[in-house]
């Protein structure tokens, strides 16, 4: 960030504390204005009016009760270069999300490497029976077929994604607009305080808007890393999501801004809802 980014017309004693102030905050994804007033020793109206500035240049982020730094959205990355990041806490969500699948019901599941925890978490229940399982991932499906007939598994169509083995448009969504299943669990990429869900691209979110609009319940399955990750695409907002599983300590500040926002958030890894 340039000195003008810093904030035109500064000192340079502010313009120097901004600059230190923006590498803290992020080496620290959150941190409270009264933890920056006394690491900076300024009063909290110079550290509020620090962070007006960082953030109208795309520095930092505000949330409830502090700031977070903005990191650069993410280049994505094939499935196989995400399937060993944060695997028990994946494995954790998706315990929990198969104790919610009742025998008879149907579900959709998205693509990615935590409904692919999913997956292979159903695949070892063996006590549900007629299961009915629409995806878009062909890897998803592959990794279900071990559990056929018990489970039905249906591949809802499209063209090839190779960077997730997923199925988009065109025709993805036209099995999904005539179902309505008992839950669709979906994957993300990060969240954002006013967009709510976010993706990775924009074939994506189509994807994950049709998955959502096909399920009665609405699930979201993600990692604590997504709580402060940036992502290009919104795909709703949190008041049209039911349920949000998660697990590896979340950003707590996250975690009370969906609650208050209507949103169930069950921390796998504590039993705790």
């Known amino acids: 960030?340039?000195?003008?980014e810093l904030g035109e017309g500064g000192s340079a004693d502010s313009l120097g504390r901004r600059r230190?102030?923006?590498?803290?905050?992020?080496?620290?994804?959150f941190v409270r204005v009264l933890d920056l007033s006394r690491q900076f020793g300024v009063s909290e109206v110079t550290v509020r009016s620090d962070l007006d500035i960082l953030a109208r240049d795309g520095g930092v982020r505000r949330v409830r009760g502090g700031v977070m730094g903005v990191r650069p959205n993410a280049a994505e990355l094939a499935f196989e270069a995400?399937?060993?990041?944060?695997?028990d806490d994946k494995r954790s969500i998706a315990a929990v999300a198969v104790d919610l699948v009742s025998s008879g019901d149907s579900i959709v599941l998205d693509v990615g490497t935590t409904t692919m925890a999913i997956a292979h978490a159903l695949a070892d229940r063996s006590d549900l029976e007629d299961v009915t399982v629409f995806t878009p991932g062909l890897n998803v499906a592959l990794a279900l077929e071990r559990a056929v007939p018990r489970l039905q598994v249906i591949v809802t169509g499209g063209a090839l994604r190779p960077q997730q083995h997923s199925l988009v448009e065109p025709f993805s969504t036209l099995i999904l607009e005539r179902i309505r299943a008992s839950?669709?669990?979906?994957?993300?990429?990060g969240f954002d305080p006013e967009l709510g869900v976010m993706a990775i691209s924009l074939p994506d979110a189509a994807l994950k808007q049709a998955i959502l609009r096909a399920?009665?319940?609405r699930v979201v399955v993600a990692d604590a890393s997504k709580f402060t990750a940036a992502a290009l695409v919104g795909v709703c907002p949190f008041a049209d999501i039911d349920l949000v599983l998660t697990a590896g300590g979340p950003d707590p500040d996250a975690v009370a801004a969906m609650r208050e926002a209507?949103?169930?958030?069950?921390?796998?890894?504590?039993?705790s809802a």
Do not use: K, P, W, Y
């Open 20 to 29: 230190r102030m923006l590498s803290f905050i992020r080496a620290r994804d």
């Open 215 to 217: 399920g009665r319940r």
């Open 82 to 87: 995400r399937i060993g990041t944060h695997a």
């Open 262 to 271: 209507g949103v169930e958030v069950r921390l796998c890894d504590e039993g």
């Open 1 to 4: 960030m340039t000195e003008q």
């Open 183 to 189: 839950i669709a669990f979906v994957g993300c990429n």
